[in-house]
């Protein structure tokens, strides 16, 4: 949480506030390039190099290593190595003497960021950003780090000795340089040829046995008290709670149901959620979700919206329908391009004050005491008959707000939330209700109307940096999420499917390349309001993340919607994706294309994280699409990629989310039919049906009308109304269930399997 100057390069195109320092009048490349994060390096001394073949031309010409720096425009500790090594005059004469220096945004370019993370994990035992490693002119890495300090502590050396080490060892003793990273480089380049373990392939019965192996470490590694897993930092991990919201239905065991929504309780009423407005930051640096890393990430917003519409769709609770529409609240108004397509995300960084010419970490976040007492004193008629003094009475007790400020000292190092606040609801409305003796509608209107206040008083501060890249696969995550809301069942269904459609529509014009069926990994906007959009002169194609999430976003999408042109253009990028990214040798989809220049090492990624692995979601789409289209192909490819990887250890902690597309595999789908002309008797049927958490249910559209336009004529040809009513079947694993004609029994039905009243 240092300190560090503000220096944006683009006021309009980064959201950022434009420095009161005025940046120095040489520009470096980067000033052409599109990348936020690569324009906030424009005006460094150092002579930076975008990833280009002229850098790696200069570095074999000169016999210069070549140092990488990734990071992204949101990253706090980047901006942190920036204003104390980048910005400095000496510490960039040595860089540019000595090394030819590159700048990659991890977002537009995660196949290169991929890569060199590898092999600072296996350098170091450990990774993050920025990421700071040196490479021969071949592009091979030599060695790796992360922050270094501009002087020597954390136990670090500093970067201008760790420049100069490295520099002085290449020009005397090159050869045993390069004998450590070739050890470590063939490592990597050996895992990239690896195949599948016939030992450890899934037989019949596998997911079951690896189902109770993954529920039981969850079980072990739970907070009991706060929720979540492990201890500090502490992440969403979403990929774990969508694992367990599966793994309750198959086992029915309470307790693993528990520890998704008691989880899901903490983060929302933790630090972690912006109570005043909306969205969510990228992790938690208390074990009790309270102080915080305050970037918002786009990825988080989309993957969260969808685990708390699920979390409503298993227990009905408001709650977490409330936390869901306040995420899409966030993402209408601050991260959407006016085309329908979001940005990537907003930093934890702001200036305190238009004066101020320092950012610091949470600044537009957090609050002192006085500063809510007083807002609520200047508002008072907001509050209509109750006194200021009594609506900031319960508000502060609600939100845990104290006098001296309620951030622990331990977890602000810096001291830069000394004297603030940081909203918290460690009670609950009922408590709050009971201590002031309150109706519950009271609270509400209570606590809407103060966070208003704050919100447009928070508006008026420095905003933090907007990151305005657009990212095709994390948009696919927002699809999805956008499409499960849409799902349960609420007056808002309308606005969420309009805004879903815009997005579908903006990814398919300006993502998507329709002449070589390809995706786009990324365009730029320029501010929330502005329609301008950019592309980069030399295009970045799509990942596999932009693929399969994606393919996964249409799937959701087209059970929102049945609308068929959304199933045909998943299927038709699945194709796309098998045929760039599909190892014919092993199984199994790399990361990257085969043919993608300057890229030593194609990586299978193995783990979810904070964003699900390409290969998990990929598994799922295939099974799902196998369905939809009766077709085995995809089911037996998803049966290869699932054997790949069926040697990680321990399985459903590391790939929850493929433990999860196991389950499918292995168990089979609830297939529903609905069969009937496309009327509200047939859309109230399908609408019961979208309510309902059911991790393997694909709906079908059986129209007698139009038997042609049918994707499965399997189920078009079996299934038929009964005595001319809309008539809804139900299938798990092709065995059916007696037809349904009554919408009220089918929702008796499904409440019984699907629905947990939660006490």
């Known amino acids: 949480m240092s300190l560090w100057r503000s220096q944006d390069i683009r006021g309009m195109a980064t959201g950022g506030e434009a420095s009161k320092e005025q940046p120095p009048k040489q520009a470096n490349r980067l000033i052409s390039s599109k990348s936020p994060y690569l324009l906030q390096h424009a005006y460094n001394p150092v002579d930076w190099y975008p990833w280009s073949e002229e850098a790696f031309e200069k570095a ?50 995660p196949d290169i960021d991929k890569v060199y993370m590898q092999f600072l994990l296996m350098f170091k035992g450990g990774g993050g950003w920025p990421m700071s490693v040196w490479l021969t002119p071949d592009l091979a890495p030599l060695v790796a780090g992360t922050y270094f300090p501009p002087k020597p502590r954390y136990g670090m050396p500093s970067f201008g000795a760790a420049l100069q080490s490295i520099a002085e060892k290449w020009r005397t003793d090159k050869e045993s340089l390069m004998q ?40 072990q590694r739970f907070d009991q008290t706060h929720g979540g897993f492990g201890s500090e930092p502490k992440f969403p ?59 918002k990430m786009l990825y988080d917003q989309g993957q969260l919206m969808a685990a708390f519409a699920n979390a409503y769709k298993l227990t009905r609770s408001g709650t977490f329908l409330g936390y869901a529409d306040k995420i899409y609240q966030y993402l209408l108004k601050d991260l959407r391009h006016p085309l329908g397509g979001f940005y990537a995300g907003e930093d934890a960084d702001s200036l305190p004050t238009h ?28 509050f209509g008959d109750m006194s200021p003094e009594r609506a900031f009475e ?138 301008s959009l950019e592309k980069n002169e030399s295009q970045i194609d799509g990942f596999l993340d932009d693929y399969a999430f994606l393919i996964k976003g249409l799937l959701d999408y087209y059970k929102a919607s049945l609308d068929l042109s959304a199933l045909r253009w998943a299927k038709e990028l699945q194709e796309t994706q098998d045929k760039l990214f599909w190892d014919d040798l092993n199984g199994a989809y790399f990361f990257s294309q085969q043919d993608a220049p300057n890229v030593i090492v194609r990586l299978k990624e193995d783990h979810d994280g904070a964003e699900p692995c390409g290969n998990s979601v990929s598994t799922r789409n295939l099974i799902l699409l196998s369905h939809y289209y009766d077709d085995e192909a995809y089911l037996e490819r998803a049966g290869k990629l699932l054997n790949f ?26 297939l529903v039919a609905v069969v009937g002309p496309d009327s509200p008797d047939t859309e109230r049927f399908v609408e019961i049906c979208r309510k309902f958490y059911i991790p393997g249910m694909i709906i079908l559209h059986v129209d007698p009308l139009h038997p042609d336009d049918a994707c499965n004529q399997r189920v078009q040809n079996k299934f038929k109304m009964v005595n ?36």
């Open 60 to 109: 074999r010409k000169e016999n210069k290593l070549i140092f990488l720096s990734v990071g992204y425009s949101t990253c706090h500790w980047c901006h942190v190595m920036e204003h104390e090594s980048f910005e400095c005059p000496e510490t960039a004469a040595i860089m540019n003497k000595h090394f030819v220096n590159i700048k990659v945004d991890r977002e537009e370019r």
């Open 180 to 219: 450590v990273g070739s050890t470590l480089l063939s490592a990597l380049q050996k895992n990239q040829n690896a195949s599948a373990v016939a030992e450890a392939a899934f037989e019949p019965g596998s997911a079951e046995a690896k189902l109770s192996e993954a529920i039981n470490i969850h079980k």
């Open 237 to 295: 991990e979403v990929s774990r709670l969508n694992f367990l919201f599966h793994g309750y239905l198959v086992t029915k065991d309470v307790d693993v149901l528990d520890m998704v929504l008691q989880t899901l309780d903490h983060i929302g009423r933790g630090g972690i959620n912006d109570h005043i407005f909306g969205g969510f930051a990228r992790y938690a640096t208390t074990k009790d979700w309270h102080n915080v890393h305050f970037e």
């Open 355 to 382: 004066e101020d010419t320092v950012k610091v970490e949470g600044a537009f976040y957090a609050w002192t005491w006085d500063e809510i007492r007083d807002a609520f004193k200047g508002h008072a008629s907001r």
């Open 394 to 531: 319960i508000y502060s007790y609600h939100y845990g707000l104290k006098p001296p400020g309620n951030v622990p000292a331990y977890s602000d190092p810096h001291g830069h939330l000394t004297g603030k606040n940081i909203l918290i609801v460690r009670g609950s409305d009922e408590e709050t209700c009971s201590n002031f003796n309150l109706p519950t509608e009271a609270l509400d209107k209570l606590l809407d109307t103060a966070n208003d206040v704050l919100h447009v008083l928070r508006d008026k501060r420095p905003r933090p940096h907007l990151d305005t890249k657009i990212i095709c696969a994390w948009n696919g995550l927002v699809l999805s999420g956008l499409s499960k809301l849409a799902n349960c069942g609420t007056t808002k269904r309308e606005q969420y499917m309009l805004t879903a459609k815009e997005l579908l529509d903006f990814l398919r014009k300006e993502m998507y390349d329709p002449e070589r069926k390809q995706l786009i990994r990324s365009c730029y906007g320029v501010a929330v309001g502005d329609a």
């Open 645 to 670: 990887f069926a040697d990680v250890s321990p399985f459903g902690h590391a790939l929850p989310e493929m433990l999860s597309a196991l389950l499918l595999h292995e168990n089979g789908l609830d």
């Open 724 to 759: 001319g009513k809309t008539t809804v079947y139900i299938c798990h694993d092709r065995v059916c269930r007696m037809p349904v004609t009554d919408p009220a029994q089918l929702e008796e039905n499904l409440m019984a399997n699907f629905f947990t009243e939660r006490v």
